[in-house]
């Protein structure tokens, strides 16, 4: 199985993307215990809520709109990053990076 973008200490990355009107772009990686992880989120259009899941499938972070969400990460795994578009149509940038 694919297990998705390895994030180390002191790397990042950008994921750009359009969504249509209700529904999801899912990313994932793998990441290990207690590292910093901060997302920036721009948006070109429309708006988004952004969901990072643990590898239980719980949401660690959520938010909504654009802006800089940080967060640790509390075990090593898998982890899902959600952006879903309301009721428009959306376009945006997630960037990725570890502390």
């Known amino acids: ?13 950008t994921f750009p993307g359009t969504v249509s009107s209700n529904a999801v772009d ?4 793998q990441a290990v215990a207690d590292i910093e ?3 920036s989120v721009t948006l070109v259009a429309g708006d988004a809520a952004l969901t990072i899941y643990d590898p ?7 938010a909504d709109g654009g802006g800089s969400y940080t967060t640790t990460i509390p075990a ?4 899902l990053i959600a952006v879903q578009a309301g009721d ?12």
Do not use: C
Request: cysteine-free; aromatic content about 10%.
């Open 88 to 99: 428009g149509d959306i376009t945006y940038e997630v960037s990725v990076s570890v502390k």
């Open 1 to 13: 199985m694919d297990e998705g973008l390895v994030l180390a200490s002191g790397s990042g990355i």
């Open 26 to 29: 899912i990313y994932r990686f």
């Open 37 to 39: 992880v901060t997302m």
């Open 76 to 79: 090593d795994g898998r982890y």
């Open 56 to 62: 239980e499938n719980s949401p660690l972070l959520q």
